[in-house]
């Protein structure tokens, strides 16, 4: 059964920062496109960032700049941290995985609450 255990998220204030992580349980996803993307209350499910195996990274525009993605294919991990978060970053953060070439082989994590408030 595939795995994606996301850690990580929490309440933080303007300004703050936080490290998202995603550890997948099986070594074949070192070659697929690894991403986070986010849901906020009353909105639709939306791209934070990508990454594929080779390092090639994708990014909201609304995120640039602030967040940055990475992975550690030796671990299986995809990894998220987030700068000078603000409030309209918070939602809930769910960890995908895709193959690379068969978009509809792809998995999810069960999401972890960010939230951004004074």
């Known amino acids: 059964q595939v795995q994606l255990v996301e850690s990580g998220g929490g309440l933080v204030q303007p300004g703050g920062s936080l490290r998202l992580s995603c550890a997948a349980s099986e070594s074949r996803f070192r070659i697929y496109v690894m991403g986070w993307y986010r849901q906020a209350p009353g909105k639709q499910r939306e791209l934070v960032a990508t990454?594929?195996?080779?390092?090639?990274?994708n990014a909201a525009d609304s995120v640039k700049g602030r967040f940055t993605i990475s992975r550690d294919n030796a671990r299986n991990t995809v990894y998220l941290q987030m700068n000078n978060l603000q409030p309209e970053d918070t939602a809930v953060y769910y960890c995908?995985?895709?193959?690379?070439?068969?978009?509809?082989?792809?998995?999810w994590g069960q999401g972890t609450q960010v939230t951004v408030s004074s």
């Open positions: 990454i594929t195996s080779g390092g090639s990274t």
């Open positions: 995908n995985v895709r193959h690379p070439l068969l978009e509809n082989i792809h998995y």
